[in-house]
C-alpha cells in the first residue's frame, strides 16, 4: 500500500521526547501525602511553662522537630497532568509512526478475522508474522472484533488498541506494531489532512510576504525613476 511522505517522513525526537513525557506524568496517580499538624494524633496542651523550667520552650507534642510530629510542607494529593498541544501531539504521532517505519518494525495486515477464541492459533499467527518480542496490535475504532480481543489479553507483551487510542507512547513502549489496513487507512488520511493545513497556511503566508516584498520593490524602483 501507498504511504504518504508527509506522515512517514521525517522523525522529530524533541518532539517525541515531550508527548512520552506528558503521557507519563498523565498516568502518575499523585495519591501521596504526609499529615498535616491537625492530622496527627497527640494532645495540644502545652507541655511546660514558657519560662522558668530552663527546657526549650515548646507548645505542642505535635511539633515537627518533635518523633512523631507533623511534616512541614509535605506532598500532599494532586494530578501531575497538564495540557498538550493537539498538534504538537499529532506531530509526535507522525514522527513514531516513520520511526517504526524506518526500523522495519511496522506491519499492515488485510484484516484481524478471528473466526474463534484460540490464544494458541493467535500466537502462531504472530510467529508467522516475526513477532518474538513485545507487539501492539491496532484495529479499527469502529470495528467490533469481540474474538480479536479474547484470544490476545493473555498473550504477554501484547497490548489491543483502537486506532483513535494509539499515543506515541504505545509505539515506543512495544517492538512491534501490527494494524490492520482500515485503520492505517483511516489513521493516515486524519493526519494527513492536518498536515495540508499546515503546510497550506504555511504556503499563504509566504506567499503574502513575497507580494508584500515585491510591493516594496516597486515602489522603491518608481521612486529612484522619479528622483533620475
Known amino acids: 500500500m501507498d504511504l504518504a511522505d508527509d506522515i512517514f517522513g521525517a522523525v522529530n525526537e524533541d518532539l517525541l521526547w515531550e508527548a512520552v513525557k506528558h503521557y507519563r506524568a498523565s498516568q502518575r496517580a499523585g495519591t501521596h501525602k504526609t499529615k498535616g499538624r491537625w492530622e496527627v494524633s497527640g494532645s495540644g496542651k502545652k507541655l511546660w511553662k514558657q519560662k522558668g523550667t530552663g527546657r526549650a520552650r515548646i507548645g505542642s507534642i505535635r511539633s515537627p522537630l518533635w518523633r512523631h510530629g507533623y511534616t512541614v510542607h509535605g506532598p500532599q494529593p494532586r494530578s501531575y497532568d497538564y495540557s498538550f498541544p493537539k498538534k504538537k501531539l499529532l506531530g509526535a504521532l507522525r514522527s513514531a509512526l516513520a520511526a517504526k517505519l524506518a526500523d522495519g518494525k511496522l506491519i499492515v495486515v488485510n484484516s484481524f478475522d478471528v473466526k474463534e477464541v484460540k490464544t494458541k ?104 525613476a522619479e528622483v533620475a
Do not use: C, M, W
Not at 193 to 201: A, L
Open 121 to 224: 492459533e493467535f500466537r502462531k499467527s504472530l510467529n508467522s508474522l516475526q513477532v518474538d518480542k513485545t507487539v501492539l496490535i491496532v484495529e479499527e475504532a469502529k470495528h467490533e472484533n469481540h474474538n480479536l480481543a479474547l484470544s490476545a489479553r493473555n498473550i504477554q507483551g501484547l497490548e489491543l488498541v483502537r486506532s483513535n487510542e494509539v499515543h506515541p507512547y504505545h509505539l515506543l513502549k512495544y517492538d512491534r506494531v501490527i494494524f490492520s489496513q482500515p485503520a492505517i487507512e483511516k489513521l493516515q488520511v486524519s493526519l494527513k489532512s492536518s498536515v495540508s493545513k499546515r503546510k497550506h497556511k504555511t504556503g499563504e503566508e509566504e506567499g503574502a510576504k513575497k507580494a508584500t516584498s515585491e510591493r516594496r520593490r516597486r515602489t522603491r524602483h518608481e521612486k529612484a
